[in-house]
C-alpha cells in the first residue's frame, strides 16, 4: 500500500493575516497531485468554508474542515498559544463553528479571538485538536526545547483528554 500525504493546516487568503493561497486553485492542485483530502484551518476564522467545500467535493477532494485557534494560557495569561482544531464529524463542524463564534464575541484580547479552555470542555467527542510547533514567544520547540510543547499538551489534555494530536512544523521563515 503506498503512503498518502495529506495537508492538513493551509491557510488560504481567507486567513487574512498570514495566507496567500487561492481556494480553487489549492483544490485543483491538490487533485492534480493525487491528494484525497486537505484541511483548510483559516486563521481564528471560517469564512473561506462555503467556497472550500464547493470546490472541494466537485474536485473529489475530501474537504477537512478547522480553524487554527488561539486558546488562553493559565501559565502565561499574556501568551496565549495556537491549535488546530480539525471537526472530526458534523458535530464537530458546529462545535468549531460556536467556539469560532464565543471567540469573537466573548474572547477578544490583544486584538484577537482568544478561546477559553472551558469553551471546549463539552465538545471534545466531535474535535480533533493538533497541538503544533507554532505562536507567539515561546510557543515552538526547537531541538531540544521540550518544554512548551510539554505545556501545550498538558493545558489541552485536561480539557481534551486522549484526543491531541502533536503537529510539526518543517520549516523556518527566514527573512534577511
Known sequence: MSQTFVHLRVHSEYS???GLVRVKPLIGRVAELGMPAVGLTEQSNM???VRFYKAAMGAGVKPIIGADLWVENPDEPDNPFRI???ARNNDGYLNLTEVVSLGYTEGQRFGKPIIQRKWLESRTEADCPVWSATGGRGQGADVG???PCQTACRILDEP?????LPGVATH???WG
Open 16 to 18: 487574512m493575516v498570514d
Open 47 to 49: 469564512c473561506s468554508l
Open 84 to 86: 488546530t482544531l480539525l
Open 145 to 147: 526545547q521540550a518544554g
Open 160 to 164: 481534551l483528554p486522549g484526543v491531541v
Open 172 to 174: 523556518r521563515a527566514s
